[in-house]
């Protein structure tokens, strides 16, 4: 089992609709979750951090975490073609090194 | 606020040949990661400093990578000699680390460097 799954997509969403993106990660003790966003040929942008179970909002992006579940996913209200890009869903595995562990990243597609 | 640098950003080079990457964080940053990125998958640890010290190097392959961050500052990695499974992005990231707390910050990425070893 990898330490951190997400779909790979791609997920493909109308613009102006809500874009959900998904990932679970395996180590119940994990406590600090992030969300990049990485366009094609660009390199991984940090677009949301959360620690707390429940949600956080940033002008469009709603990150949800459930820590109970091993779940934490991104929502994107009001979806525009410049979103479409990877995201990335990033766990950090605590330990003697508190490593940050990536998923394989969903690529979201945006269409008008 | 300038962000991390990297250079080169392209490197193309024949297999069995060395080369550098040099990375430079984010001012007043103390933590500095290098990471590898395959087409399709999410960044991996190579190697992460706090300050001088590297304190992760668990991912390295230490065989032919080497790195160092001599004033804690700026960082190399090396690899000698390259191999073609070496082909990838390398990517730099830095982060400010506090003590206490979480335990972890947010890490910042440069533009990275395609190696393409042929």
């Known amino acids: 089992q990898k330490e951190v799954e997400q779909n790979s997509g791609p997920l493909s969403v109308p613009e102006g609709a809500i874009a959900s993106l998904n990932c679970t990660y395996s180590d119940r003790v994990s406590q600090s979750f992030f969300w990049y966003r990485q366009y094609s040929g660009k390199s991984p942008e940090l677009i949301m951090s959360i620690y707390s179970n429940g949600d956080k909002e940033d002008g469009r992006f709603t990150a949800q975490l459930n820590k109970a579940s091993q779940y934490v996913s991104l929502l994107i209200r009001d979806s525009q073609p410049s979103d479409s890009a990877t995201y990335l869903c990033?766990?950090?595995?605590?330990?003697?090194?508190?490593?940050?562990?990536f998923g394989a990243g969903t690529r979201l597609a945006v269409h008008p | 606020e300038a962000g991390v640098v990297q250079s080169p950003r392209y490197k193309i080079i024949e297999k069995k040949q060395p080369v550098a990457f040099w990375c430079n964080p984010i001012s007043g940053h103390n933590t500095l990661y290098w990471y590898l990125q395959n087409l399709g998958q999410g960044p991996e640890l190579l190697i992460r400093y706090e300050n001088e010290e590297a304190v992760d190097d668990s991912q390295l392959p230490k065989d032919r990578f080497s790195a160092e961050r001599l004033k804690g500052v700026d960082s190399t990695l090396k690899i000698q000699p390259a191999e073609l499974g070496d082909s990838a992005v390398y990517l730099c990231?830095?982060?400010?680390?506090?003590?206490?707390?979480?335990?972890?910050?947010?890490?910042?990425f440069g533009p990275g460097t395609r190696l393409t070893v042929l």
């Open positions: 990033a766990v950090v595995v605590p330990g003697g090194y508190n490593k940050l562990i």
């Open positions: 990231a830095s982060s400010l680390s506090r003590a206490g707390g979480l335990g972890y910050n947010e890490q910042f």
